[in-house]
């Protein structure tokens, strides 16, 4: 977490604390309609629209990953997207 936040200036505790609140840091959660995964909860299209931007494999399994998981949340943090998470990042 704080190598991520670090390397797109974001707030390490905010990144913390959406896991926390999605997921409690389990990166194996599968949503009920199956449409969000991994520990941030993202859909098929908002990981690979992310991942293509950073110049990254879009692969969607990847959103299990934990350190590839972090490290878009972070990207999409610091690209003012924390309101993908409307509940988490208050």
Known sequence: FSQMAEKY??????LKKIANCETHYNPGVVS???LYVGMFQFTVSTWQSNRNA???DANPDLRFGI????ETAAYMISKGGASAWPECSK
Request: charge should be negative; proline fraction near 6%; hydrophobic fraction near 40%.
């Open 9 to 14: 200036h974001v707030d390490v505790n905010l």
């Open 54 to 56: 950073m110049g990254m």
């Open 67 to 70: 350190p590839e998981s972090i």
């Open 32 to 34: 009920k309609n199956e």
